[in-house]
């Protein structure tokens, strides 16, 4: 925040400071000024906005026209019965923490591939993906309304950017209890797309992590248990997140994918499994079946939509059935909308995937 001394010099002392960057994009409408264009920025010498610029605040490098503070006038009253006000001159800044990298993250370089399937095995056994592929569920799932799947969040706050920008500053926030802005948006567009299709769907909105990040897990196992116990015929459970993935120096990457012509915030599956430290996990490979025939849906309707499946030694609540599964919508350098997309893209292929069972 600008010194208020500082700020009235900008009244009487002003030094232009031409700053070249290079392109330019715009953000819902807005103009932001990139490669090769020029900024004019008017600033304070020495301890005004020049100062700001070159401090610890911003990498001037990095500057774009909508990180620059912006100073406002508000007028007030200095005494109330004699009607005179004065002008008051603040500013408000933005720290420019990193770059956002979009990025298409290939699930081509997996370490375990059968036909479609990519999957990053880390849990120290060797699995037979074709072999899961190719058998059969251990449960049946029917389009006629009753609930059968249920959709839940155990970090329900993890949230998204508001908007694109080729930068993260210290006022975009990762999580959100706002369920407009965070993935519970995902979970329900997910819902709505099966429910659309007929099938019944438990959709539980709980924001496990709104407390606490410690102890999520434990307090979303509570919910899956307390809907198997009100609903029995519930087979199938979602755990919808989004990632966090850092590029180098701090930078944010956001994976996406072209669909149709328009950006997709690519998905992953994560699943668990019965080794490491994990002994209560007995029946994963049921769990691992439907993962990799979603993988594989995923893959065969929209080629990269999909990272490689990931496959760790841990159980992520998914020994509570044999139809869980965990679902990464995007990361936090993510929009919203690019996550939105997305959820009608799993939704469509699930739907699809439980009408081929």
Known sequence: MIKFKAVLRVLSVITVVSIAVVGSVRTSGQKIL??????????????????????????????????????????????????????????????????????????????????????????????????????????NVSANGQPQILIYHTHATEGYMENESLYYKDTDEPRSTDNGKNVVKVGEIISEKLRAAGFGVIHDKTLHDSTAFSGSYSRSADTVNAVLKKYPDVVIAIDIHRDSILGNGGDRVAPVVSVNGRDAAQVMLVMGSNTGAVTDHPKWRENL??????????????????????LRSSRYNQNLTTGSILIEVGSDANTLEQAMYSAELVGESLVKLLNSL
């Open 34 to 139: 990139g490669r090769a264009a020029v900024v004019s920025v008017a600033a304070a010498a020495p301890d005004g906005l020049l100062g700001l610029l070159q401090g610890e605040n911003y990498n001037v490098g990095r500057l774009l026209y909508y990180d620059l503070p912006r100073v406002e006038k508000v007028t007030r009253p200095i005494n109330s019965n004699e009607g005179e006000s004065q002008t008051v001159v603040s500013a408000v800044s933005k720290t420019v923490l990193g770059n956002i990298i979009k990025q298409t993250l290939t699930p081509y370089t997996a370490n375990t591939v059968s036909g479609n399937v990519y999957v990053n095995n880390q849990c120290g056994e060797n699995v037979d993906i074709g072999t899961l592929l190719k058998g059969d569920l251990s449960f």
């Open 289 to 310: 079946k439907l993962g990799v025939k979603l993988q594989n849906c995923f893959e065969t309707s929209y080629p990269q939509f999909a990272r490689a499946l990931l």
